[in-house]
């Protein structure tokens, strides 16, 4: 699925424990774990050239909407989600605990 902010064309893809968007040649990703209905969303990587852009907002966004659209629970480990999710109530009824 192709993405397009900031004027720039990104691809975003999900493959097999991560989420990622690459953007002129740099990859930001959300490295994830399957375990039956429980998405756990382990850590977010962004390079330095890609920060301050939104991406790890759009990787949280994206992870969270493909757990809803896969009737999957979220164990949240990654500190930056966990901090997405304070500010993103919309997604609290996908998280564990």
């Known amino acids: 699925m192709h993405i397009f902010k900031d004027e ?10 991560r989420f990622e968007i690459e953007r002129d040649g740099n990859v ?15 850590h977010t990587e ?13 990787l949280a966004e994206s992870a969270l909407q493909w757990a809803r659209e896969h ?7 990654c500190p930056f989600v966990a901090g997405y999710l304070k500010r993103h ?3 609290s009824d996908l998280v564990l605990r």
Not at 8 to 17: D, H, N, Y
Not at 28 to 42: C, D, N, V
Not at 46 to 58: C, E, F, I, L, Q
């Open 8 to 17: 720039k064309q990104s691809t975003e893809r999900v493959t097999r424990g």
């Open 28 to 42: 930001a990703f959300l490295e994830y774990a399957l375990a039956g209905t429980i998405l756990e969303l382990i």
């Open 89 to 91: 109530p919309q997604y």
């Open 46 to 58: 962004v390079p330095d050239s890609m920060r301050g852009t939104g991406v790890a907002s759009d």
């Open 71 to 77: 009737r999957l629970k979220v164990d949240v480990i």
